[in-house]
């Protein structure tokens, strides 16, 4: 539950604030706005260098955000990634140890309350801290599974989920960093479009998107032919069906896949490794070769010979994956914006004395967007649990395989104006400027390593 603490103005002067988990185009945004925030009420803001791994280093890496009241040069909200650094590295909420260490350290750093930009694992780490100092949470993920589709989600009474929301009762409405993933991911979907049309192929773009498929839903931009996402098991029949069904009609099939989908056994049809990433994670061999394996041994190599221009179905086939670019480069104006308005929100929240809170993004039909906050426990589910939120079934058709009317009235507010002109002429000047062929790329991180201080 939250927990009401003290006033900011009386007591707490220097506040800490790290970036967690996988990266985003919007954390740096994120970073400003809680760094703003800091210089309007005269406190200190000090980035720990390296996500939780600091908490862990007796050296305990740092830099001040705003050294006498001015941000440094360095943050700038148009940069995508985090000039702090992120790692994998988590807290245990069972290992006493590790945690006895990680405060110590922060009081060494005279710390007194302390700010986590990140995800579901994020906020599980910096639960395990908040019976030792004030903390909350400025969510981000590209994922866009940080939230409930309605309040209570996971603990109803019956134990069933409710069939039908509309998309203003979710809780937390998006993410920073999701917008960006999928003008990403819509933008590569469009490309590969053209190049399948020309050849008369079946395409089959991976997005990211493990256990929830809101990129691939948000993909709907790039007008895909078929969407498959991770909560609903894909039928082979249905979908070789679906695919000739598009294949007779245009000469070529645009499909996009989360990550993450699975098959009417629950298996993922990219296939685990015996491996996992720092999180704990199963790497994956990849959806969009699962899912071109299946066609492959369904569709025979008469069928493209007819209606193609190739002599069998493993040539007629290829799949992309849109990869690491999701989560890089410059963030819209959408995610930077909100990000922002979201890292000043938790430093406020800690400024009224409460602590195990996350600031959210809610969305009202009448009001529009607007910055909220939320108890941490609220997103636990009646075993205690946090998971990633999951598309809300009536999102998505899943006879039609693709995006449902609900669906698109949950996406419209976010990309109606997610892109300011700004940032096209960002890319006007940016991209083929002259100077990028004479300099090499200079790293904001060693700017950032001259500033950063050491425990001794």
Partial sequence: MTRLIHSLDSTMQRLAILTAGGDTPALNATLYGAAKRCCEIDVE?????????????????????????????????????????????????????????????????????????????????????????????APKTIDNDLGLNYANEGGEASGEQRQAILPSEMINYATPGYATAVFVAADGLSRVRTTAESHSRVAIVEVMGRHSGYIAVGASYGQPDIVLIPECAIDPNRLCEQVR??????????????????????????????????????????????????????????????????????????????????????????????????????????????????????????????????????????????????????????????????????????????????DMEAVRQSVFDSGNLHHKYESVQVRIARRTHHLT
């Fill in 45 to 137: 803001l000090v980035g720990l260098i390296g996500g939780y791994r600091s908490l862990f280093d007796n050296a305990a890496p740092h830099v001040v955000l705003n050294p006498s009241g001015v941000t440094i040069p360095e943050l700038d909200p148009t940069w995508g990634g985090t000039i702090i650094g992120s790692s994998r590295h988590y807290v245990d909420a069972n290992d006493e140890d590790s945690i006895r260490k990680a405060i110590t350290n922060l009081r060494r750093l005279k710390i007194d309350g302390l700010i986590c930009v990140g995800g579901d694992g994020t906020i599980n780490a910096m639960q395990a801290l908040s019976s030792h100092l004030p903390v909350a949470l």
């Fill in 245 to 422: 069904e598009i294949y007779k009609a245009q000469k070529h099939a645009i499909i996009v896949c989360g990550e993450g989908v699975v098959d009417a056994d629950g298996n993922v049809i990219g296939s685990a490794k015996d491996s996992t990433d720092p999180a704990g994670n199963l790497l994956l061999n990849g959806a969009a070769e699962g899912l071109r394996r299946l066609l492959i041994d369904n569709i025979p190599d008469s069928f493209f010979q007819q209606y193609g221009s190739m002599q069998s179905a493993a040539s007629s086939i290829f799949t992309r994956k849109v990869g690491h670019t999701q989560r890089g480069g410059r963030p819209l104006l959408f995610d930077r914006y909100y990000a922002a308005q979201l890292g000043a929100k938790a430093i406020d929240l800690l400024k009224d004395g409460q602590s195990n809170v996350l600031s959210t993004l809610q969305y009202d039909n009448n009001t529009g967007f607007k910055v909220e906050s939320l108890d941490a426990d609220a997103l636990r589910d009646s075993n205690g649990i946090i998971h990633a939120r999951k598309v809300h079934p009536c999102f998505y058709d899943s006879a039609e395989m693709r995006i449902s009317r609900i669906g698109v009235e949950y996406l419209l507010p976010i990309f109606e104006n997610a892109i300011a002109s700004s």
